[in-house]
């Protein structure tokens, strides 16, 4: 019988030469999956690192924000230094974060370069400095601001890490009000925290403390409307698997009206006219700017709180001044109650329908407003008219002599100016010569004005930068606010940095607050969030 042999055909040739059972290509697959899957692990861990790092940078940055308050508002040089280290550390970490995520932007916003524009004109003026000590020192200051402002834009990605952000600044304002009404009592001691009947606490300054609050005040009206209040959109409680009625009654607005209540009242302890004039200006703004739907609880909230604490503040400085401390906290703790009533009053009438029937009867409501502010004007004028004459007066010439002064300041401000209008005289230029063009004998180490102080130290090129930043500033959340239009929370977050910003900024065109790098520090903040949701 004929053996049968079998040949190779061409399809088999393929099969043996280059198929599947190839071994050859058998590794080359293994190699490739070996290789995707190394890769994808790299990713992961790249992944898992960059989230870690992010999270260590965004707590340091909170850090940061939290604690210059109090290190004696980082006025002095020592503090300021020790800051720019700990940010530079944070910026580190930030930018790790950033390159493991493939993100090597550094700059890419016409805010970014103006920010930055403002400690390199300083550095490039220190070069012709009347004192190049104190040059270095503002160059430090504007690094530290640059620095505060590069990391907020990067590492808040979302609105709940800003108002993560916001909360910070808020803890941190509440804990310098608590410090002033604890100087003020004899319970801590702070140098110069209380002077002549004013709230200075860890400040040291009244007017600067006043701008630190009424912008924390801002952010307090933010954070208790996100809150939510009973019956209105909820909010997760606070604790988890809580008893069932106090879960419904959602303790965060009632924490909040109690911090706002505090910061107000200190607010008010300051005395500070011009805060107190600033605040009042941009609150109204702030009324007419706010989303649909907001501005009547937010009215009722700050009048609700507003009113126990200027009680409750006027008590404890008379209670103080009399050496009745524990008298003092008797009115601080009965505002707090009241306030907290007034939440529940508030919270009460939301549930029953309160807006819908305001709704309804809109005309009577503003004219009950009307009378009330109306009323309180006049019940206001009874109260100073109520006091001694020889008090007035002190008043009106300590006003009117401060008023004089910072007119002088200006003028010679100019007279500097004029001289070394491009550069200026590098960091610390007033205090290093203004005593050469000083149209009388007076001692003040600062312009009293954040912009006069830019022009003379900075000169020209100097004010182009800040006016540069303002201008970019408002542009952006401009596009936003009206980018936003169907997210009212977006809407409120924007417009609350806004008007924290503007009053910051207004309060400092008549004094030198943000030569506090504490409060100087918390508006470059409000920039980068500006910024970073942008």
Known sequence: MAKTVLKPGKDQGKKTSGGADNPQKIKK???????KKSVQENKGVKEAGGNYLHTIAFWGLAALLFLPPYFRGLFFAPEQEKALIFAAVILWVAWLWKWLNRDYSFLSHPLDYFVL???AVYLISAFQAANHGLALDEVVKTTLYFTVYWLTSRLVRSDQEAGTILGV???????????????ATGLVQIKDGFLGGRIYSTFQYPNALASYLAAAVFTGLYLWRRAGTPGSNGFNPIIKEMPDWLSRAKLKPYLYAAGNFLLFAVLLGTRSNGGLLVFSFVFVLYLIGLPKGNRIPVFLHIFLFGVPAFVAIWRFLSSVSSGRPGLAWLWIIAGFALACLGQFLYSSLERRGLFQWIAAHRKAVLTGVLLVVVAGSIGLGVLVGSHGEAVKALAEEIRLRNATERLYFYQDAIKMFKERPILGWGGGGWEEAYRAYQSYLYYSNQVHSHYFQIMVE???????????IWFSFLLLTHRLYHGAKEDAGKRLLIWTITAASVAVGFHAAIDFNLSLSALAIVLWTLFGLARGIG
Do not use: Q
């Not at 697959?29 to 290789?35: I, Q, T, V």
């Open 29 to 35: 697959g293994k190699l490739e999956a070996r290789k």
């Open 117 to 119: 524009a403002f400690p």
């Open 169 to 183: 600044i808020y803890l941190g304002a509440v804990g310098v009000a608590l410090a002033g009404l604890a100087t």
């Open 458 to 468: 900075a000169g020209l090129v100097g004010l182009v930068a800040i006016l540069g």
